[in-house]
T-cell receptor, first 114, second 112 residues
Framework: GENVEQHPSTLSVQEGDSAVIKCTYS??????FPWYKQELGKGPQLIID?????GEKKDQRIAVTLNKTAKHFSLHITETQPEDSAVYFC?????????????FGTGTKLQVIP | GAGVSQSPRYKVTKRGQDVALRCDPI?????LYWYRQALGQGPEFLTY????????KSGLPNDRFSAERPEGSISTLTIQRTEQRDSAMYRC??????????FGSGTQLSVL
């Protein structure tokens, strides 16, 4: 099955700096890569996703990049703000009978220091 | 409703008891998923429903775990003869299509 590794497990940055979280996956058939943000006491919330036919996607201060050859994908947050503090999960998935069966990474706890 | 609703929010039970966890998905969402999330880990897939049909139960750990969604809306995850290793956060998610899951706040299960 799919195996997703995520690094680092914790990350502290100063407000205004950039944060980068990296993930690798093992299943070459994976074609969908979502990123979720989980705030304390809440469920994960989708913040951005990318498909395998796209190398990069940007949405305001967040961007994701995908290197299919190396099976790497990354989340970049620029101009970090205190409200970006949360646990971030990457995931990799593929079509399985008409739905996406995703495997999540172990999470990165991001702390933005004001 | 406005989001995915799960109940109870917390469940404490004794080893050997059965528990039923409820999920009320976003209205109109045909896809419903159950995940289990251990502390410090990402969500782990348990099972998937398309309307009332359980199309994938490959993530259910053993036959003590079962799930149903009889009318294609509310779903129940049942764990029989609970064991301490079943203690975790159980999350439900729903979606309109094959992507973009909306997660609920979860049920924290503690088996004593």
């Amino acid at each position: 099955g799919e195996n997703v590794e995520q690094h680092p497990s914790t990350l502290s940055v100063q407000e205004g700096d950039s944060a980068v979280i990296k993930c690798t996956y093992s299943d070459s058939a994976s074609n969908y890569f979502p990123w979720y943000k989980q705030e304390l006491g809440k469920g994960p919330q989708l913040i951005i996703d990318i498909r395998s036919n796209v190398g990069e996607k940007k949405d305001q201060r967040i961007a994701v990049t995908l290197n299919k050859t190396a099976k790497h994908f990354s989340l970049h947050i620029t101009e970090t703000q205190p409200e970006d503090s949360a646990v971030y999960f990457c995931a990799a998935g593929r079509n399985s009978g008409g739905y996406q069966k995703v495997t999540f990474g172990t999470g990165t706890k991001l702390q933005v220091i004001p | 409703g406005a989001g995915v609703s799960q109940s109870p929010r917390y469940k404490v039970t004794k080893r050997g008891q059965d528990v039923a966890l409820r999920c009320d998905p976003i209205s109109g969402h045909v896809s419903l998923y159950w995940y289990r999330q251990a502390l410090g880990q990402g969500p782990e897939f348990l099972t998937y429903f398309n309307y009332e049909a359980q199309q994938d139960k490959s993530g259910l750990p053993n036959d003590r775990f079962s799930a149903e969604r009889p009318e294609g809306s509310i779903s129940t995850l049942t764990i029989q003869r609970t064991e301490q290793r079943d203690s975790a956060m159980y999350r439900c998610a729903s979606s309109l299509g094959p992507e973009k899951l909306f997660f609920g706040s979860g049920t924290q299960l503690s088996v004593l």
